[in-house]
Structures are given as C-alpha cells and as structure tokens.
C-alpha cells in the first residue's frame, strides 16, 4: 500500500520503517531539516533496539523516502497517518494544536479517497473532532474516512512490539476503511480489536492507566511491606502466579516516568472530569507516584536530619533502563529536591544526554559510577541499568564518605550488602539495613 507517514519522531519513525518492511511504500513527511538529513543518510535520530539496521534496510530497498515535501507525501498515499506530538497543557488538558495543524495543512491535498489515521494519543473525540474539521476545510466527504489506530509500543523494544505487540486496536465508523485497515495490518498476524472510534481512543489511555495503577499500588503495598517486614518481590512474585494479575508491572521501585505513563494518567483524570465523571483511583496513583519519585530524599532527611552540604551520587537518569529518554524521570525530581536542600550533587548515566546538562548544567557529571562514588554520603539507584547489579560494595564502601545506600529499583542482592558492611541500605519493601 501507499502510505504517508507525517511526523517521524519516536512512533512516526517506527510506524514508517515497520510497514516499508512489509512491503508498502512509505513517504515519511518531517518538517525539521537536521533530522531529515541525519535520517535520508541513515543515521537513526533515536536511541531504539534494531532501528539502525531497519532504517538502512529499508532506505536500500527504496521502501521508504524522508521528505519535507508535504504534498508530495499526501498525493502519493492511499492512508495518511499522524504522529505528531499531542504534549500536555499545564492544566492536563492534552494539546492537539499539532493535530490540528496536519489536518489544515493536508486538507487541499485529499482530492480522492484517503483514510487519515491518528496514530498519535488523541483525546476521546478527536477522530470526530477531525472529521468536521476536513468537512470544514472543504475536503468531499466521499473522499476521506478517519480511523484512530493507537500505539502500544515500549521505549526501547518498540520495532519488536510492532511486528510481535498482542494487539491492533483499530476504531472506525465506516466498512471501507475498516477493511482497508484489516488488509494493511494482516500480515502482522496479531490480534486485530474493531470498534469504535472513542473505544479506540479510550483502549489507548486505559490500557497505560492501568499498568500506571498496579505499579502506584505496589509501591503502596512496598512502603508497607518495609514497615512490617515483609519482602514486596516475593509478593510480586507470588500475585504474578495468578493468571488473572499477570507478573507483569509488579515492580516496585521509585515510581513511573517516560513520555507517557505521568501524561496519560493525568489526561485522563482531565478529561474524564470534562465529562464531569471523577476517576478516583487514578486520581490516587498519580498522587502515589508523585510522592514515590521523591521517597529517597525523605529518606536521606530521616538519616541525616540536616543533608545541607552532603554529597549525593546519583546513579542512572534515564527513566529506564537501556534508553536515552529523561522525560518525567524520577532522577529528575530527585535532583531538583536535593537542590533545594543545597546538596551536592554528583550524577552516572551510561547515556547520559546534552539535554540533562541544560537543565542542571551545575551538577557533577561523572564518566563511570565509582567515580561518581567516591567521597559522597550517599547512593541512589534510580534507574536498574545492567552495570549497577554488579555494583562492588566493599569498593563502593572504601570510597565513599559515608556508605549510605537507596536502592530506588531493588536491585542489589541483600546478602552482599549484609556482608558488605555498609553504614545503612534502604530498599522499596524489601526491607532496610542500618549497621
Ligand atoms: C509505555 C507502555 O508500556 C507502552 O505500552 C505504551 O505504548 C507507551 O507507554 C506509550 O504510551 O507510548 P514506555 O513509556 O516505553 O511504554 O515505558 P514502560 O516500559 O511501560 O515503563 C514506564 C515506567 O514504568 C518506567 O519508568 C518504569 O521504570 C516503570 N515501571 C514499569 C515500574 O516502576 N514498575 C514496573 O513493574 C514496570
């Protein structure tokens, strides 16, 4: 099929390279020069499993072209898919100018039948929403249907989900488009879910709402299990049996980051309120995870009383492993808290990126985590990279000032840190040492 992708950020890119795999013809449309250039040569403008060989790959077979050329990509495709960026507002209303900015911008060029695909996350009512918005721009109705079609892919393994993913959740008011749809996606041999537009809508932030839920629960239950003496990943381990919990998105830790769990939990509280319907539970998880991305400097001001002047390493950034992203990560929050507490502050990153150092360019940024150990009062975990597992405690303990430990991800063995003989270790509900 002829396909235009517009907008070649994270899911745009992935969206065009996994369909030009499956042998469509796809014209990426990107209006930022520098990353045109970086991705016509095949340099990928992401950090993301297998994009390098997938992106040469498919510009070899000529399966994909990235241009500027808007008109160019709308004539030349049967299905058009957005996947522009839908930020939020500061009161979490969820801003689609970009949204609607595409659809102006294409209205001239629908003069025969297209099927315009949000692949972006879209409010409930958007597919509605852009259908009287081409109406309005003139474009015949018999020319265009509109389909929301979200994506449900992870950072990180993100061209494997979409090839492998559980489900293809296609909404959409018109037989045409549906069979149109159901032929593109075929050969991906997953599930397809057809309904409705606003189902589809309301699958995409539920589904995230959900997962953000079991985890501010579990980090409940973690502050809990620290209290009692009970261990949270053997609670973890032992509701993953039932099939109706599923093991997944039980980890405990310093809460939820990335471009999308903080953003849809609180659009969603949004924009079940401008329907005047209060979504408690989520209200209450976003809340949980607020305060669990700061435990470790309540923790460190229960230990030290006054942490004015102390040094404290960071270990990790990234709001998960094996990714660049410090979008809404909890090192970020953790930073500026200790800031205002007039910390010093000392950070490791295996990716560290350029962004992080605009926003704390007065922070110590180390080149490997034994450095960023050495004289400092305490350690926190805040992201579960491989390299940290295999952290040297008694190394760590010579060179630090004070071998005070938070393991914001629990990931260190509490047998090595019992024998390691550290000054204090604080885990997310699998318990705390102070020797
Ligand atoms: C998430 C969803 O998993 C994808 O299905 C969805 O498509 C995507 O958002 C999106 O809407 O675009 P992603 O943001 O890449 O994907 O990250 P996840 O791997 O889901 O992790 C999100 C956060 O939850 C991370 O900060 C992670 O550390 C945290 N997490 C995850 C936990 O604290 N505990 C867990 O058990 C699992």
């Known amino acids: 099929m002829n396909i235009c992708v517009i907008g070649a950020g994270y899911v745009g890119l992935i969206t065009a390279l996994c369909f030009s795999k499956k042998e469509n013809k796809v014209i990426c449309v990107e209006k930022n020069l520098e990353k045109l250039n970086m991705l016509r040569n095949g340099t990928p403008t992401i950090f993301e499993n297998g994009l390098n060989e997938l992106l040469k790959e498919s510009l070899s077979t000529n399966s994909v072209q990235f241009t500027e050329n808007l008109e160019f990509g709308i004539r030349s495709s049967d299905i058009i898919f957005i996947?522009?960026?839908?930020?939020?507002?500061?009161?979490?209303?969820?801003?689609?100018?970009?949204?609607?900015?595409?659809?102006?911008?294409?209205?001239?060029?629908?003069e025969k039948y297209k099927l315009v695909v949000t692949k972006s996350t879209v409010p409930v009512g958007t597919q509605r929403y852009i259908k009287s918005k081409l109406l309005e721009n003139n474009v015949e109705r018999e020319n265009f249907d509109v389909v929301s079609n979200p994506e449900f892919l992870r950072e990180g393994k993100a061209i494997y989900d979409f090839f492998y993913g559980d489900k293809i959740v296609i909404g959409c008011d018109s037989g045409k488009a549906e069979e149109t749809m159901k032929k593109l996606y075929e050969p991906f041999k997953i599930k397809m879910v057809l309904t409705n537009p606003e189902t589809a809508?309301?699958?995409?932030?539920?589904?995230?709402?959900?997962?953000?839920?079991?985890?501010?629960?579990?980090?409940?239950?973690?502050?809990?299990?620290?209290?009692?003496?009970?261990?949270?990943?053997?609670?973890?381990?032992?509701?993953?049996?039932?099939?109706?919990?599923?093991?997944?998105?039980?980890?405990?830790?310093i809460g939820y980051g990335g471009s999308c769990f903080p953003k849809d939990t609180k659009a969603l509280v949004k924009m079940s309120e401008n329907h005047n319907c209060n979504l408690e539970i989520l209200k209450a998880t976003v809340n949980v995870n607020e305060k669990q991305r700061v435990l470790p400097v309540k923790i460190l001001k229960e230990y030290y009383k006054n942490i004015e002047g102390k040094i404290v390493a960071i270990l990790g950034l990234t709001f998960k492993p094996d990714t660049d992203d410090i979008r809404e990560?909890?090192?970020?929050?953790?930073?500026?808290?200790?800031?205002?507490?007039?910390?010093?502050?000392?950070?490791?990153?295996?990716?560290?990126?350029?962004?992080?150092?605009?926003?704390?360019?007065?922070?110590?940024?180390?080149?490997?985590?034994?450095?960023?150990?050495?004289?400092?009062?305490?350690?926190?975990?805040c992201t579960e990279w491989s390299e940290f597992y295999n952290i040297d405690l008694f190394k760590a303990g010579e060179l630090m000032a004070q071998s005070v430990i938070i393991d914001g991800r629990n990931i260190l063995d509490m047998k090595n840190i019992k024998d390691a003989n550290i000054n204090a270790y604080y885990s997310i509900g699998k318990g705390n040492i102070k020797n």
Do not use: H
């Not at 985890?215 to 381990?237: H, R």
């Not at 950070?347 to 180390?366: A, G, L, S, W």
């Open 329 to 381: 990560a909890s090192s970020l929050y953790i930073i500026e808290e200790l800031l205002k507490n007039k910390v010093n502050i000392k950070v490791y990153d295996p990716m560290v990126t350029k962004e992080i150092k605009n926003i704390f360019p007065d922070i110590t940024y180390c080149d490997d985590m034994y450095e960023c150990l050495a004289g400092s009062d305490a350690m926190i975990i």
């Open 201 to 253: 809508e309301l699958i995409k932030y539920t589904s995230n709402a959900l997962l953000s839920v079991k985890i501010s629960f579990m980090n409940e239950i973690a502050n809990l299990c620290n209290e009692v003496g009970a261990d949270i990943d053997v609670i973890a381990y032992a509701l993953g049996l039932d099939k109706r919990i599923s093991p997944l998105f039980l980890r405990a830790g």
């Open 83 to 110: 996947a522009v960026g839908t930020p939020a507002k500061e009161n979490w209303d969820v801003d689609i100018a970009q949204v609607e900015g595409v659809i102006n911008q294409i209205s001239p060029y629908i």
